[in-house]
């Protein structure tokens, strides 16, 4: 192959005078050449092959030529720009000087007033640009160069060209649209269109950076920054470098901000921010609250449904108020039964107050007692005992919130209190049927969920309107797939009537959205159907952790592995005790073959629930993929223990033993599987995994076709998982992939 400096003298022999190699990047090769024409130096960035072959001519012209409009004082101007035979280019003036990524290296961290200054003149160019309607999409230090004491931007055009076609089809390897250190939220998210203040939160990184000397989020993957970039609070430079003054740390939290809308609008009104004391004030503090699990008081021990299920409806009641921040219920149960005061807890959970209570039922009797708690000198705010009618339970919990507001509003935004827990029905009957489906079901074991689905049914038996006992019976149908104890046919169809049942009682509750996107998902494979189901939930409740966790699957089995993290990132946040969320940051890890922070995740969530017996295959996958067959043999034989003989964990076991070279082991594992099949529900997909690894690949591709038949869920992940790469080149994996709905990666 010839070698691209002598294409590039031999393409430009006329006009341009090629030297020398400058420089190279992830987009570009840059040459020294003299204009031949005009007797000046200049710059030549000629786009890599492989970009510019996805990219195409026209695209990348237009581009350039929007950019070459620009003229500023801070802005590198475009002399021209063209296309010799796939060799595309553009021509800039060359500029002695270093890169600010230059001077950085050097340095680490920049004077104060140096470093405003810089970020004062790239604002100035970024207004300008901003005014004409072009935004630049990757400002960073390599992009920005310093020359004559003064600091010039680079490439504008450049990465709107790229990311046009990433939005195209998929991205080509090695093709970075952005860079994810100084990528701004909805940019890393895919977002089709962004304005200025994409280039603001940019910005805001650059100086984060000259002041600090790194930038404010960091990881060894583009997954782990993005996944920080979203799941993390902005974090202070102060904490860094304690001399920066603090309205200047203001400033860069606000250009940090993860919704665009609470940026400042233009470049221009952050450097003034800047520069002007006062001009930001402090980030508001915004109320906060954790509801611990009532304590079941009751001479009854199985009233333990009860005083968890009150303490459910609380929490989801407080957390619809915008102005109040409220702990996870994951969060707060997780000090069950724990010996911690209110005050020990609340600064684990990193709130202002907190909410505790008891339950003491006899009969039709309640007695019901809460007090809120100050944590920062654990002085009562407001305590209230009830004695009641177990008929009047409602009315207590709306007094129990209405006290909390009462209580809080002068540290709350502006919100008037109307009825913070919405009534799904006015059966107290059916509202404790209902608590006992969903208490039941949290065992994620199949007795669990069967128990759950006769709650659920006499619930709606007693009201059948009640949109929650019938988005229940979704959700245990759906768990009964998706762990596999349920044939797909004889769950996912009546996880459907009842997700529809549920949307004709409330077409305004979340709840039923998901459970309705789940069946589109995984069971009819309708992807733009899930997708759309996923997204209004979302609409609905932007904080519904196990919408954006679910949608984040979706978004992963379609390829779109960078959205998939910073979703299920983002569930991370708001329920970061989960260990089915925790599982799937994991996940989303394997699936984007960052097999050591997958690992690191998964061990984690491991130590968080080692209740939470389905993590070990999981993590077993992990170990897999990263060649570690030893550890996922271990793991999968505890997670066989836990799981009371879970044909998964035997399944993957035998691959392993296989892969190990213990081939007559997998085959008496195999055989032991077939014997349970004939007793119990085994998915074909498992015994495909099994051949896989004894490398039976004609044995392999029938069990995934019957698997297909069978509507087996996790043939959603078939283009991500890597552990079908053995087979993935295999024309039968083709048809498979197209018979499943899915295209070819």
């Known amino acids: 192959m010839v070698p691209l400096l002598a294409r590039v003298r031999e393409k430009l022999p006329d006009r341009y005078a090629v030297e020398r190699v400058l420089g190279r990047g992830g987009m570009a090769t840059v040459f020294l050449a003299s204009d031949e024409k005009h007797h000046r130096e200049v710059a030549i960035k000629v786009i890599r092959p492989e ?20 003229s500023h004082p801070h802005i590198v101007p475009v002399y021209d720009s063209g296309d010799v035979d796939g060799l595309m280019y553009y021509v800039m003036p060359y500029m002695a000087g270093e890169s600010l990524s230059d001077r950085l290296a050097r340095e680490t961290r920049l004077d104060i007033d140096d470093a405003i200054e810089i970020a ?28 004559n004491g003064h600091a010039v931007v680079m490439d504008f055009g450049v990465a709107r060209a790229i990311e046009e076609v990433g939005r195209e089809s998929i991205t080509a390897p090695g093709i970075a649209v952005g860079t994810p250190t100084y990528m701004s939220p909805e940019q890393a998210s895919g977002e089709g269109h962004m304005d200025g203040r994409s280039d603001v939160y940019s910005l805001g990184c650059v100086l984060y950076e000259m002041l600090t000397g790194e930038p404010p989020y960091r990881g060894a993957t583009t997954h782990a920054i993005i996944a920080k970039c979203f799941s993390e609070p902005v974090p202070s430079v102060r904490r860094l470098r304690h001399e920066v003054p603090a309205h200047i740390d203001h400033a860069i939290t606000k250009a940090l901000a993860k919704l665009p809308g609470d940026r400042f609008e233009t470049a221009t009104a952050f450097t003034q921010a800047l520069a002007v004391p006062g001009t930001v004030a402090p980030p508001t503090h915004v109320a906060s609250i954790a509801v611990l699990p009532f304590v079941n008081m009751s001479p009854d021990p199985d009233n333990e449904y009860f005083s968890d299920g009150m303490t459910e409806e609380i929490i989801n009641g407080l957390a619809k108020l915008s102005g109040l921040r409220v702990a996870a219920r994951t969060s707060s149960f997780a000090f ?23 339950v003491r039922r006899a009969g039709n009797r309640l007695r019901i007692t809460a007090q809120l708690t100050s944590v920062d000198d654990g ?23 209405a006290a909390i507001v009462g209580t809080l509003k002068g540290h709350m935004a502006a919100e008037r ?55 229940g019976l979704a959700d245990s149908y759906t768990f009964l797939a998706f762990y596999r104890f349920l044939r797909p046919h004889d ?16 077409d305004l509750l979340p709840q039923a959205h998901i459970s309705q996107a789940e069946v589109r998902f995984l069971y009819d494979w309708d992807w733009h159907g899930a997708e759309r189901e996923f997204i209004r939930a979302l609409e609905l409740n932007p904080e519904d952790a196990t919408a954006l966790h679910l949608y984040s699957e979706l978004l992963a089995s379609q390829q779109r592995l960078d959205e998939a993290l910073i979703h299920v990132s983002k569930a991370q946040q708001i329920e970061p005790l989960s260990p089915t ?75 392993a033993c296989a892969k190990a070279g213990r081939v007559d082991e997998a085959r008496e594992i195999l055989v032991g599987l077939r014997e349970r099949a004939r007793e119990v529900y085994i998915p074909s997909d498992y015994f495909a995994v099994a051949h896989m690894g004894l490398e039976e690949i004609d044995e392999v591709f029938a069990w995934l076709e019957r698997a297909c038949r069978e509507r087996v869920h996790h043939l959603v992940f078939l283009n991500v998982d890597p552990l079908y790469d053995d087979v993935r080149l295999d024309d039968r994996f083709t048809a498979l992939l197209q018979s499943v709905g899915l295209k070819r990666g």
């Open 51 to 70: 970009i510019a072959i996805s990219v195409g001519v026209d695209r990348f012209l237009r581009e350039i030529g929007i950019a070459a409009r620009l």
């Open 491 to 506: 769950a996912f169809p009546k996880a459907n009537v009842a997700a529809m049942r549920a949307l004709d009682a409330d």
């Open 417 to 471: 209190y109307e009825q913070v827990i919405k009534r799904y029905t006015e059966n107290v009957e059916a509202f404790e049927l209902y608590l006992k489906g969903r208490y039941v079901e949290k065992a994620r074991r199949r007795d669990g969920f069967g128990k759950g689905i006769e709650y659920f049914e006499q619930a709606i038996d007693k009201d059948p309107h009640y949109a929650l006992a019938h988005a």
């Open 581 to 655: 969320i925790n599982t799937g940051v994991g996940w989303a890890h394997y699936h984007g073959r960052d097999y050591p922070s997958a690992i690191a995740q998964l061990q984690k969530t491991l130590e968080l629930d080692p209740e939470y017996v389905f993590v070990h295959w999981f993590l077993g996958i992990a170990y897999l993929a990263a060649g570690m067959l030893e550890d996922a043999m271990a793991v999968y034989r505890r997670g066989s223990e836990a799981s009371g003989g879970h044909p998964a964990m035997d399944a993957y076991f035998a691959y």
């Open 379 to 401: 002085y009562h705010l407001w305590s209230e005992r009830y004695d009641r009618e177990m008929e009047d339970v409602f009315t207590i919990q709306d007094e129990i919130a």
């Open 120 to 147: 004062d003149e790239v604002a100035s160019a970024l207004a300008y640009a901003h005014a004409h309607h072009v935004v630049h999409r990757d400002i960073k230090p390599a992009n920005i160069l310093l020359s």
């Open 336 to 358: 069950k039964g724990k010996s911690m005061s209110a005050t020990e807890i609340g600064t684990e959970l990193n709130v202002d107050t907190v909410l505790e209570g008891s």
